[in-house]
């Protein structure tokens, strides 16, 4: 889905992504942070969604909680993909009030898990929100 598109990113899931696209937006608070060729280091989610807007691509937020939290007013619109399986974890989405947002489109689709080998079902949903907040120079 972010396949040719800009994304914004926080620190620690820029350093956890194998394959980094270019125009990749990553919010850190150490500027001198090494960023990969077509990457670019911002200090805050404004300025990486303003920057990413730049490109003329579509900005996808990809994470971590923080950055989703931070960027969650200025969205006009949200994917939740719910997958139908229980997964050991130890981070959570952040809580975000989807009850005000309408839901625009929903997909069902099987995807196959790497890790244990086997398919699993997800629910792809497209959330629209109808009063988004603009940012200083957006």
Known sequence: VVAGHALVVGRLTYESMEV?????FVVTRHPELPVRPGCVATSTVG???????????EVFVIGG?????????????FLLTHIEREFAGDTWFPE?????WPI????????HETKSKS??????VEYRNPHPQRLGNA
């Open 104 to 111: 625009a489109g929903e997909q069902r689709r099987t995807l």
């Open 20 to 24: 980094v696209p270019v125009d990749t």
């Open 119 to 124: 398919d699993v079902v997800c629910r792809i």
């Open 65 to 77: 909680a923080s950055i989703y939290a931070a960027a969650w007013p200025y969205l006009d619109r």
């Open 47 to 57: 300025d990486a969604i303003t920057t990413a807007q730049g490109t003329g691509k």
């Open 96 to 100: 975000i009030p989807l009850n005000q």
